[in-house]
């Protein structure tokens, strides 16, 4: 259905693609994977019609269509998710999904008919009805992601583009979501699907093909494919294993919270970090997680409870208190809340340490600045020409990076990170993991955020699970996923009884 040949596509000194050529067929669901960089993203924009390629021909059925046009591509049927919802957030979510394809007859909108379309899409998506008369902008962003498919949809595609659909989602959303692609694929439309959740692809994907530098190293039947083979064809060498071990001396926590609770989103919480200590906050979407780590870094400030930062007692109003007391964050939503996409590496590197580079605290050394970034281009492998390149011109791990190197620029004493690999390559997780733990095994206490469990029970000297706004279940290094996600569902077994914010109580196996 589909053909890509030969497809080349340059920006300045990046060769984003290199000669690349796809099949797509009909009823098929394609995977595309490759570290961040490798040029999917940059290949399906072309596809889709945003970006136009320096050489190569794209076909659908025999024909070729014009490049770097989005009204040939939705002429042809070609419909595409992105990893970020592109919504109104000020439109409700049945205006969305019809805004420029309006039911209409005799030029007057026919809303009811459009409330019974997209009320059938909502359920498809397991979503309530009741959604659909709800804006946009009072969504999470998993519904709005849902939503965004389910717009998708409604176009009746003949080819389909989900770039990362799942990234943000539960697993319950992931299910609806693989049953949907499966009856639109049993109905003939062909699916290009991009992530780098690798175990999905045995349960979704018919084939796979790997990008590695902008060019096809691999294109294979899934069934040929284990997940340790195709992530080692996107990084070109063999990974390591094994989960890490460490240990953390017993010491006074650099952060302690106790009795915190904000009205309506989290009450009761007690935790506490020690130096060299990773610990871990898990919890399903809308736990009330992510708002204990904002309130913890005063961007949505507790209203009661207490925290202590190296057994003083702290007031933190505002992400200023949280640094001026030696806490530094990686936000979750790195395109709206961590990058100045407009601006260099470099520049968003220095931003929050401009006291540091500044000469007689009158200007800015550039030179300085410049060094400092080359640096940590090259210690967390960030994939750029160098420091100049603009961050928007990055892919979204390379964009993760640059966000977490500006927090290392001075070490941090405490670092709470929201979702630190989401949206990221097996190669980028691994280099983020191992500068976690470098962190730690340098003193830093560090607080994760994270809705991947793997990630958590590799990672974490201790997990806290959040239910509901509250710590329920607290688990050792080495506890089980079955466990520590029974806990986050709400499964209070007397087995796993266990001391909130605290060690746990119970021996738990091995994983």
């Known amino acids: ?90 439109l409700t ?27 059938a899409l909502l359920e ?12 946009v902008a009072d969504l999470s962003v998993a519904e709005q ?25 539960t697993d319950r959303e992931i299910e609806t979501l693989f049953a949907a692609v499966r009856g639109m694929r049993d109905s003939g439309v062909a699916v290009i699907y991009i992530s780098h959740r690798l175990d999905e692809l045995a349960q979704i994907t018919d084939r796979v093909t790997v990008l590695r530098d902008g060019q096809v190293v691999a294109s294979r039947p899934t069934r040929e494919l284990t997940v340790r083979a195709v992530a080692e064809l996107m990084v070109g060498h063999k990974l390591e294993t094994g989960q ?56 949505d400030p507790a209203d009661s409870g207490a925290v202590r930062i190296n057994g003083r007692g702290v007031a933190l109003k505002s992400p200023a208190d949280a640094v001026r007391h030696g806490i530094t964050m990686l936000p979750a939503n790195r395109k709206v809340q961590g990058v100045f996409s407009s601006k260099s590496i470099a520049f968003n590197i220095s931003s929050a340490h401009l006291r540091l580079l500044s000469r007689a605290r009158l200007w800015v050394d550039r030179g300085r600045e410049r060094s400092v970034a080359q640096d940590f281009i090259k210690r967390i492998a960030i994939k750029a020409p160098g420091p100049a390149t603009l961050v928007g011109n990055l892919s979204g791990g390379n964009q993760q990076k640059v966000v977490l190197a500006r927090q290392l620029v001075e070490r941090p004493r405490i670092l709470l990170l929201e979702e630190p690999t989401q949206g990221v390559d097996v190669g980028a997780k691994d280099e983020i993991h191992r500068i976690i733990v470098e962190l ?43 466990d520590v996600l029974a806990a986050a569902a709400g499964d209070d077994g007397s087995d796993r009884a266990s001391t909130p914010g605290g060690d746990s109580t119970t021996e738990v196996g091995a994983a």
């Open 1 to 90: 259905m589909l053909r890509l040949t030969g497809i080349d596509k340059r920006y300045g000194g990046v060769h984003a693609l290199r000669g690349v050529d796809f099949e797509l067929a009909r009823g098929e669901v394609h995977a595309l994977v490759g570290e961040n960089g490798a040029g999917k993203s940059t290949l399906i924009k072309i596809v889709s019609g945003a970006e136009t390629p320096d050489a190569g021909r794209i076909e659908i059925n025999g024909e070729t269509i014009a490049t770097g046009s989005t009204t040939s591509a939705l002429g042809a049927g070609i419909a595409t998710v992105y990893q970020e919802p592109q919504l109104f957030g000020e």
């Open 93 to 119: 979510v049945a205006e969305n999904v019809f805004i420029g394809r309006e039911r209409r007859r005799a030029g007057i909108v026919q809303r009811g008919r459009q409330h019974e379309e997209v009320v």
């Open 124 to 135: 498809r998506m397991g979503l309530d009805a009741a959604v659909a008369d709800v804006r």
């Open 145 to 169: 992601q849902l939503v965004s498919i389910a717009k998708a949809f409604a176009s009746q595609p003949r080819i389909l583009i989900l770039d990362e659909p799942s990234a943000i989602l």
């Open 244 to 299: 890490v071990t460490r240990t953390v001396a017993d010491a006074e926590p650099a952060l302690a919270a106790s009795g915190l609770g904000r009205q309506d989103v989290f009450a009761d919480v007690d935790l506490a970090v020690r130096p060299g200590e990773v610990v871990a906050l898990y919890g399903l979407v809308g736990s009330g997680a992510a708002s204990i780590a904002r309130a913890l870094y005063g961007i």
């Open 440 to 482: 730690a095994d340098a003193g830093s206490a560090v607080l994760v955020v994270s809705s991947d469990l793997p990630e958590v029970l590799q990672l974490a000297d201790r997990v806290l699970v959040v239910r509901a706004g509250r710590i329920t279940a607290s688990f050792d290094r080495g506890a089980r996923q079955a």
